[in-house]
């Protein structure tokens, strides 16, 4: 029977290439964009060329209401839910004394509140059947902290100890969760970092290379695939972090 699987932020960087690789195979995905609509229905037309069809929905998961539409059109199209990948996310790369109170909603919300929105969404489903697969992708920056980016930091440390606690929880049930915690991947939300800056932090890395987002997708297909792996925070970083 085939899978159905929501990708949130998947119009655009790793969220894109996770709902690239599912469709392309045999998983129907339902990508969840927000702003970028230009670039989900591109990437709807990229696959379509393929004869793969996906589904892309608009929805604000940071607001509830918005996680219940989305939940809801998948759940009245396809009845289940197998797979979420919880993808959403923004980043700030400021002091911290100048972060304000709208920062905090903003990032908070974005990043962390809309995995604890759609994890609900989907968690009395997964129950029914007795199966499910979570997946958040977290940052390293979520286990270790980073200077200039203590929101974001915040957001997936709390991302991070959420996937622990829930897995626990939901063990019982057949329901897997897991965290990938990449560390630097060829993105846009690393524009922040000139071409120099990148280059020094390539030097830093075991591997002395930066990462893409396949290889980040390689370890969700694993996961879904995987029947005995839940609470675990894999850090895809080449080496540049080890704990």
């Known amino acids: 029977m085939e899978k159905i699987a929501i990708v949130t932020g998947a119009s655009h960087g790793i969220g894109r290439e996770i709902a690239k690789n599912l469709s392309e195979n045999g998983i129907k995905v339902i990508a969840n964009y927000y702003h970028s609509e230009k670039e989900a229905i591109e990437l709807q037309q990229e696959l379509r ?3 793969i069809e996906i589904d892309i929905f608009k929805a604000d998961i940071s607001k509830r209401e ?38 905090w909603d903003r990032i908070i919300k974005t990043n962390l509140y ?13 129950i029914h059947y007795k199966n499910g697969c979570i997946i ?50 060829d993105t846009k939300m690393n524009c922040q970092f000139s071409k120099e800056e990148m280059e020094i932090i390539k030097n830093e890395i075991p591997l002395e290379k930066i990462g893409k987002a396949e290889d980040v997708t390689k370890c969700v297909r694993w996961l879904i ?11 895809i970083n080449g080496g540049w972090v080890i704990t």
């Open 66 to 103: 918005e996680g219940k539409k989305l939940v809801k059109f998948v759940l009245d199209k396809y009845r289940k839910i197998d797979i979420l990948i919880n993808n959403a996310g923004i980043s700030e790369y400021k002091m911290f004394i100048d972060e304000t109170d709208e920062d």
């Open 114 to 126: 809309s995995a604890f929105v759609m994890s609900q969404e989907v968690i009395p489903n997964m």
């Open 49 to 51: 060329e393929k004869n």
């Open 136 to 185: 958040n992708i977290s940052s390293v920056w979520g286990i270790v902290g980073a200077s200039l980016e203590v929101l974001y930091s915040i957001s997936k440390a709390g991302m991070n100890a959420m996937t622990k606690a829930l897995a626990k929880e939901l063990g019982p049930s057949n329901i897997r969760v897991n965290a990938i915690a990449p560390g630097i991947i």
């Open 225 to 235: 695939e995987d029947n005995y792996t839940t609470g675990q925070i894999i850090s």
